[in-house]
Nanobody, 124 residues
């Protein structure tokens, strides 16, 4: 089992940058594939970035490719999302999620563990 806590959200102007962090508890963090999702009111959670257990493989949604970078530090039980060139449409609650027993997938329902989320607001 793993507990996740996100931080780093906030208000930023369009074109700006933010770095989100997700701190994980537990001794087996390296056994979890990790995903960063975002959600806006009335919409389903959307996978914006995923990273494999060893950090070698990554995935990015089309809307964030070239702007967002996901990374992890298994020694520190941390996963990060560096967001650059932010746009107003990036405004959402960002959540990190952990999936055991396999690699990252795009379906939110296949992640067993979730953080509480951090709000990112991008002003025009």
């Amino acid at each position: 089992q793993v507990s996740l806590v996100e931080s780093g959200g906030g208000l930023v102007q369009a074109g700006g940058s933010l770095r989100l962090s997700c701190a994980a508890s537990g001794r087996t963090f390296s056994s979890y594939a990790m995903g960063w999702f975002r959600q806006t009111p009335g919409n389903e959670r959307e996978l914006v970035a995923g990273i494999s257990r060893n950090g070698i493989s990554t995935y990015y949604g089309d809307s964030v490719k070239g702007r967002f970078t996901v990374s992890r530090d298994n020694a520190k039980n941390m996963v990060y999302l560096q967001m650059t060139s932010l746009k107003p449409e990036d405004t959402a609650v960002y959540l990190c999620a952990a999936r055991a027993g396999g690699d990252f997938v795009t379906t939110a329902a296949r992640y067993a563990y979730w953080g509480q989320g951090t709000q990112v607001t991008v002003s025009a």
